[in-house]
Structures are given as structure tokens and as C-alpha cells.
């Protein structure tokens, strides 16, 4: 599958599963699901200049009714960590997590940040699954969202390259 | 509906206002992401976000992106004293001259002003709130404390009666039981 009809089926997967509104920051293996989500016009489109605002942006959101993501680099995971403990984690409020798994088994970038991905959400206690099989993203998604919302507590998918098919413009290297 | 930041704002808003339409934040700087996104989730709803020098300066990025989505129905309020009041009162940049409403404005949030005196906030809290937003107000104010009480209640209780608040007065339902997709 390439890039373009993972990013289709994951849209309609969030869609599937209630979302409403989305806070995102852009990885290039993100860009063909964010160039979706900005076209479909279903979603509530939140671009965000620091990962750490959607979760409050999302917070916010929850409170007043809508079911949110967030969409992010797991660089950007780390620069939200304060948001996630002091407001999710404290006032338990669900959030579903959509990580790009930079530094994934296999990848030659960002090895650090992979590393310490997986810990990081073992010590916060957030549950998370790696996402592989593009085909998976209906089920794993609406199984994700009623975990976060029956727990109150944010789940981590953890968003890997193949899980986000082929870039067409790297096919060529 | 009002959100007020970490620090001193809250408990004196609690002291003048209480009700549970009151959101306290927590995370120092998420004050007016967390007001954004009810703007952004109940758009016929109105939001004011109490904001701090010093929170606002620890997310400055917020400003460009309530600039970018433009909600109608959002009031952020900036009580600037120029120090981390409750932190032990140690200056904050805006003491050594940073201008938020300049920065609110440069961000693209067109209708931002600083207020000098009571009259003027009022006024122009009643204007930015009958009006289209978003709109920002700063105001610059002293460090003397008010005595007022601690905060009545946890996070946890605080998010729910937010919650049942907002279904009552919107008519809408938030929580609901998970018992369907147990059995699916």
C-alpha cells in the first residue's frame, strides 16, 4: 500500500472510531495523512507550533464533548510529556496518541528518540501498540479509543513506517 | 465558561466566582490551549482564558495558533505582574520589557489591546465578549496577594463538574456509559 492509501484508510479509521478533532505537527512520514485529514475537511484541523499545546488543545476539546487525537513525531511526544502528566494523567483525561515511530527498528534517523520511546511511555503508564499492517488501523484504532476513553487514561499508537506505506517520492532512492 | 492558569489568578477568580464552569489548569502555559480547544469544541459557547505573564511566556506558540484557527468565541486575558508570583517571585521576561500584547498582535490576533485601568478592562472585556474574537487583553497588575482560600476541590472532581456544567448548559451529552462496547 503507499503512502496515500494508508493515510485514506487511517482517516476513515478515526473517523470509524468517533474522532472529531485532531491537534497535529507534520513528519514527512506524516504528510500524506495530514494532507488528508486538511482535504477531507471531516475532522476539526488543529496545526499546532508545539506538540505540548494539542494536548491541551485536545483536553480542552474532550471537556466540552468531542473525541480528539493527537498527531505527532515521537520527538514531539517528548516535548509534550509535562501536558500528558500534570494535565491528562492528573485530571485522567482520555486522549488517543498517534506517534510517528522515528528511530524504529530499521531506521537511520532519530536512533536516540527511538530508543527511548518505548520506556518513556512504560514509566508514564500509558498503554501503546506498534502499528504495522496498514490493514489493522479500523479495528486497532476503534479498540484504541474505547481503551483511552473506558481507562481515562491517553493510549499510544505507535505509527511505523510500513504501517504508513510507501512515500512515492522515495520510492526513486 | 473560564479557564484560569496555574498560579495566584486561579484561586482569586475561585474566591470571587466559584462555579463549576470554572476550569483550573494545572500545566503551567496550557491555560490558553486548554481555552482554544472548548473554543474550538463548542463553538456557541464562550471562553475566557485567565492567563499569566508567566505561563503565556511558556507557551508562546499558542498565540500563532489561536491566530491561525480564529475562534469567534475566545477572550484570553493576560494578567502581566512580571513576575513567577507564585513561585517565589523571581522577574519574568516581560519585567525586562517584553510586550504581550505586541507579541499577540505580530502572532495575527488583530483585536489585542493593553488596558490601563479597571473602567478600561471592563469596557473592554464587555466589547471583546459581544463581539467576534479572538480577542486579547492585557493588563498589567500589582503582586500584592489577595487572602483568599485554597482551591475547594481536586482535579479529578473539577473535570466532572466541568463536564456536567457544560452538558446542562449546552444540552448535549459528553459522558456515557461504556457498558455497549464491553459486550461487542
Redesign the interface.
Known amino acids: 500500500m503507499n503512502s496515500t492509501e494508508a493515510a485514506q484508510t487511517i482517516l476513515k479509521a478515526l473517523r470509524g472510531a468517533g474522532i472529531e478533532l485532531v491537534a497535529t505537527l507534520p513528519d514527512i512520514n506524516l504528510s500524506e495523512l495530514l494532507r488528508a485529514v486538511e482535504e477531507s475537511g471531516e475532522l476539526i484541523h488543529v496545526p499546532v507550533c508545539r506538540e505540548e499545546e494539542g494536548i491541551g488543545i485536545c483536553a480542552g476539546a474532550y471537556l466540552v464533548g468531542k473525541k480528539c487525537a493527537a498527531i505527532m513525531q515521537n520527538g514531539g511526544f517528548f516535548n509534550s510529556n509535562n501536558a500528558i502528566v500534570s494535565t491528562l494523567l492528573q485530571y485522567q483525561i482520555p486522549l488517543l496518541l498517534l506517534i510517528y515511530y522515528a528511530g524504529d527498528v530499521g531506521d537511520r534517523t532519530f536512533s536516540t528518540t527511538g530508543s527511548l520511546t518505548e520506556p518513556v511511555l512504560q514509566a508514564l503508564g500509558i498503554r501503546y501498540y506498534v502499528m504495522r499492517e496498514t490493514e489493522d488501523a479500523p479495528e486497532l484504532i476503534r479498540r484504541a479509543q474505547i481503551m483511552t476513553e473506558d481507562s481515562r487514561r491517553p493510549v499510544a499508537l505507535l505509527l511505523t513506517k510500513e504501517f504508513l506505506g510507501r512515500r512515492a517520492a522515495l520510492k526513486a532512492l | ?1 473560564v ?1 484560569s492558569s496555574a498560579g495566584a489568578v486561579t484561586l482569586e477568580w475561585n474566591a470571587l466566582r466559584s462555579s463549576d464552569g470554572n ?1 483550573r ?3 503551567l ?14 463553538p456557541e ?1 464562550k471562553i475566557i482564558a485567565l492567563d499569566g505573564d508567566g505561563s503565556l511566556l511558556m ?1 508562546l ?2 498565540l ?2 489561536i491566530a ?2 480564529k475562534p469567534k468565541n475566545l477572550l484570553h486575558i493576560v494578567f502581566d505582574n512580571e513576575v513567577y508570583e507564585a513561585s517565589g517571585s523571581k522577574k519574568t521576561a516581560t519585567g525586562a520589557g517584553t510586550d504581550l500584547v505586541g507579541l499577540a498582535r505580530a502572532a495575527g490576533i488583530e483585536n489585542a489591546h493593553w488596558v490601563n485601568s479597571v473602567d478600561a478592562f471592563a469596557q473592554t472585556a464587555k466589547r471583546a465578549l459581544s463581539g467576534d474574537g479572538p480577542s486579547f487583553i492585557g493588563v498589567k497588575v500589582g503582586t500584592e496577594r489577595a487572602s483568599v482560600a485554597p482551591y475547594p476541590i481536586d ?2 472532581e ?2 466532572y463538574r ?2 456536567r456544567y ?2 446542562k448548559s ?1 444540552s ?3 459522558l456515557r456509559t ?1 457498558l455497549p ?2 459486550y461487542d
Request: charge should be neutral; charged fraction near 15%.
Open positions: 465558561m479557564v476550569f489548569v494545572r500545566t502555559g496550557l491555560c490558553s490551549s486548554i481555552a482554544l480547544g472548548m473554543a474550538l469544541g463548542l459557547g507557551n506558540s499558542t500563532p495558533t491561525r484557527m482535579e479529578v473539577n473535570k466541568f463536564i457544560v452538558e449546552a448535549i451529552e459528553i461504556n462496547a464491553s
